[in-house]
């Protein structure tokens, strides 16, 4: 199992930008295909972007296309949601996972609110 902090939420206007981070812990991180889902309020959980092991490869939902960008740094053990051009959809708690299932147990996810 690999242990999951997510990092980097808050308050931003519409329009704004934020950078979520990823912590994981374990030495087999680099070899796992990583995600970052999303739980709005009252809602269930979404993929929202997508990267392989070696970050060659990258996936993303179709309401995100063009503002959001993942990325990884597997000596850091990290991953990255460069997230831009946020909208009040976007508002959501933000969680980051082994990219397919199973999933390694889900971490206390960064709350993202976007609201002018």
């Known amino acids: 199992q690999v242990q999951l902090v997510e990092s980097g939420g808050g308050l931003v206007q519409p329009g704004g930008s934020l950078r979520l981070s990823c912590a994981a812990s374990g030495r087999t991180f680099s070899s796992y295909a990583m995600g970052w889902f999303r739980q709005a309020p009252g809602k269930g959980r979404e993929f929202v972007a997508g990267?392989?092991?070696?970050?060659?490869?990258?996936y993303y939902t179709d309401s995100v296309k063009g503002r959001f960008t993942i990325s990884r740094d597997n000596a850091k053990n990290t991953v990255y949601l460069q997230m831009n051009s946020l909208k009040p959809d976007d508002t959501a708690v933000y969680y980051c996972?082994?990219?397919?299932?199973?999933?390694?147990?889900w971490g206390q996810g960064t709350q993202v609110i976007v609201s002018s």
């Open positions: 990267i392989s092991w070696s970050g060659s490869n990258l």
């Open positions: 996972n082994t990219r397919l299932p199973p999933y390694n147990s």
